[in-house]
């Protein structure tokens, strides 16, 4: 149907072919009640109008919708590419999404809000920034599914990727290369960002780095990792792992815009394998987040709420694995 035509309707339908409308809901159920002639003259009549039924109405009107509600960040690329498995995963299960954005002006109090109204049968919301109280406040309501943070709360469910393990693999796959002063730009006060810096810390140790740990203060933006690259310049490491791939790619361009080789003279790894991470021209190496776990775990979660089926725990960690590509490679010198 193309913007400004109006809707073809049961009633549309059945002035066209000579019956009621009772008639033409019956034939469009398949329900018993019509003759075959009859069926077959409203199904080639519908076919011509273009009729297409509404199947959000009649769940609605069986006290369903079958919706989930799905809260996601405009700006972060990653939550973009976890759509995509979302809405595989929620078709597989008889499940559709309605998505609410949450925008540089619009919150995330307010796209939840949106969604509540819409008669979602539950919530999944990507990382964000409400208290684990005001999660509560909502699953008193309907099942709630916090992914990319977590959650103490016996009443929120979490899927999360292992972000410690993610900086755990980031500084192993460097130290294997043989560097020695890597940092760490961390994603400020973003969800997960406490669990990276904290695995990357751990590992550094672990190698026996503890002198060389350095956490350079960052976010989750491209300008983030921008403001992170011209305080590494003072004193460049010959690596840094970073706390995503949007705010890595920032800090690449302003180490290439001072004349730095990636990988010659400094090794970048950033962490969750977004599309933009794949860009012939970034190429990054990175920790890549399962996707497609995340999303079915997600849903089968949401899904096992709704219909009073729990199972498991509340909380579900998906780990991740190293994506090895070009930003990565020996150290300039022994480091």
Known sequence: MRAGERRITLADVAAEAGVSVACVSIVMRGAPGAGEATRERVLKVATELGYQPDSRARLLRSGRSRLLGVVFDVRHPFHHDLLTGLYDAAGAAGYQLTL???????????????????????IVLF??????????????????????????RRDVDVVHNDDALGSHQAVDHLVSLGHRRIAHVDGG??????ERRAGYQEAMRRHGLGEHIRVVPGGAGEEDGARAAERLLADPPTAVTVFNDLSATGLLDVLRHHGLRVPGDISVVGYDDTSLSRLAHIDLTTIGQDIDALAARAIERAVERIEGAPSGPRAVVIPPR????????A???AG
């Open 100 to 122: 609410s954005a949450v925008t540089p002006r619009r919150g995330e109090r307010t796209a939840v809000g949106d969604l509540l109204q819409d008669r979602c049968e539950a």
């Open 127 to 152: 990382g964000g920034t409400m208290r684990s109280a005001e999660l509560a406040s909502i699953a008193s309501r309907l099942p709630v599914v916090a992914m990319m943070r977590s959650a103490r």
């Open 189 to 194: 006060t973003v969800h997960g960002s406490a």
């Open 322 to 329: 190293l994506v090895v590509r070009s930003t990565t490679g």
């Open 331 to 333: 150290p300039p010198t």
